[in-house]
């Protein structure tokens, strides 16, 4: 499913890979599809079963981290949304969240170095302008986890890593902080965790909204394999890439390809969508079973 074009709720938005749909002015029904977004760029062809594996995942998640951070989550079950005749277009794929302004950044925790992190760290010895120890190969383990916020850009822009400090600037020296030290905490704790099922989350992206009375709130989704890189701990070596429960997979044939990472992308073959979603049912029972 890519987009259930027949629920009769109005639709509000459409993400990367979420549909909201309105339901009244403080709740609203989060959809997952099975789109997949890499570079920033959403592909044509969907990830099988991709949004239903995500929505087990991030409730699995949002419930084992609640005690840390209060979520979107209001206690309405899908069904009391839903006309019965709908149900079927988005079984097991959608909750009901608040309706919640949403912080004007991407709070990415890293644990280890990886991706566009290894990447400025080869040219600068730094990631989002954080100094790092010389000498590091890739996806070595940090010192200590780090928060290397970004950009949140719309549908079809790219994400730019900024500093603490664009940071402050733009949603507060306050606000920042508490993004800053609640990601720590949520990553520290799911680390904890994901180590006793074989998997190392080497980092991971945080969404938050404020609610009505201003509380910093958790939302969109936690932990999966569309926000995070999950490495197997049993073939984890410093030096080289490995290999992921995530959309690092299909990241990695769409390089191969020569793309230039500007839409459209190249269509993904049957075999590399079906891998891709192998990997990511991999995650939900390692962690859930």
């Given at each position: 499913?890519?987009?259930?074009?027949?629920?009769?709720?109005?639709?509000?938005?459409?993400?990367?890979?979420r549909d909201?749909?309105?339901?009244?002015?403080?709740?609203?029904?989060?959809?997952?599809?099975?789109?997949?977004?890499?570079?920033?760029?959403?592909?044509?062809?969907?990830?099988?079963?991709?949004?239903?594996?995500?929505?087990?995942?991030?409730?699995?998640?949002?419930?084992?981290?609640?005690?840390?951070?209060?979520?979107?989550?209001?206690?309405?079950?899908?069904?009391?949304?839903?006309?019965?005749?709908?149900?079927?277009?988005?079984?097991?794929?959608?909750?009901?969240?608040?309706?919640?302004?949403?912080?004007?950044?991407?709070?990415?925790?890293?644990?280890?170095?990886?991706?566009?992190?290894?990447?400025?760290?080869?040219?600068?010895?730094?990631?989002?302008?954080?100094?790092?120890?010389?000498?590091?190969?890739?996806?070595?383990?940090?010192?200590?986890?780090?928060?290397?916020?970004?950009?949140?850009?719309?549908?079809?822009?790219?994400?730019?890593?900024?500093?603490?400090?664009?940071?402050?600037?733009?949603?507060?020296?306050?606000?920042?902080?508490?993004?800053?030290?609640?990601?720590?905490?949520?990553?520290?704790?799911?680390?904890a965790y994901?180590?006793?099922?074989?998997?190392?989350?080497?980092?991971?992206?945080?969404?938050?909204?404020?609610?009505?009375?201003?509380?910093?709130?958790?939302?969109?989704?936690?932990?999966?394999?569309?926000?995070?890189?999950?490495?197997?701990?049993?073939?984890?070596?410093?030096?080289?890439?490995?290999?992921s429960f995530?959309?690092?997979?299909?990241?990695?044939?769409?390089?191969?390809?020569?793309?230039?990472?500007?839409?459209?992308?190249?269509?993904?073959?049957?075999?590399?969508?079906?891998?891709?979603?192998?990997?990511?049912?991999?995650?939900?029972?390692?962690?859930?079973?």
């Open positions: 499913m890519t987009t259930p074009n027949s629920l009769s709720l109005k639709k509000i938005y459409s993400g990367k890979v909201l749909y309105e339901i009244d002015d403080k709740r609203m029904l989060m959809v997952a599809t099975d789109r997949l977004s890499a570079f920033d760029v959403i592909l044509a062809e969907p990830i099988p079963e991709k949004g239903k594996i995500l929505t087990a995942i991030s409730n699995f998640w949002f419930d084992k981290l609640a005690q840390l951070v209060p979520n979107h989550f209001t206690g309405d079950k899908v069904e009391d949304v839903v006309p019965a005749q709908e149900l079927p277009l988005v079984e097991g794929r959608a909750v009901v969240a608040k309706r919640l302004q949403p912080v004007a950044v991407e709070a990415i925790v890293r644990g280890y170095i990886a991706g566009s992190g290894w990447k400025e760290y080869q040219q600068s010895g730094t990631v989002c302008g954080i100094q790092l120890p010389v000498g590091l190969k890739e996806a070595a383990k940090l010192p200590q986890p780090i928060f290397t916020p970004s950009t949140k850009a719309a549908v079809g822009d790219h994400d730019e890593n900024i500093s603490f400090e664009q940071c402050e600037a733009i949603v507060g020296k306050d606000l920042a902080a508490k993004v800053r030290d609640t990601s720590i905490a949520l990553y520290s704790a799911a680390v994901a180590a006793t099922r074989g998997i190392i989350i080497a980092d991971t992206k945080f969404e938050f909204g404020l609610d009505e009375n201003g509380e910093l709130t958790l939302m969109d989704e936690v932990l999966t394999p569309d926000s995070s890189r999950f490495w197997p701990a049993d073939s984890y070596a410093e030096g080289s890439n490995p290999p995530d959309k690092q997979f299909v990241r990695d044939w769409l390089e191969s390809t020569g793309w230039n990472k500007e839409p459209p992308a190249p269509p993904v073959p049957a075999d590399v969508a079906q891998k891709t979603a192998d990997k990511y049912r991999e995650a939900l029972t390692r962690l859930t079973s």
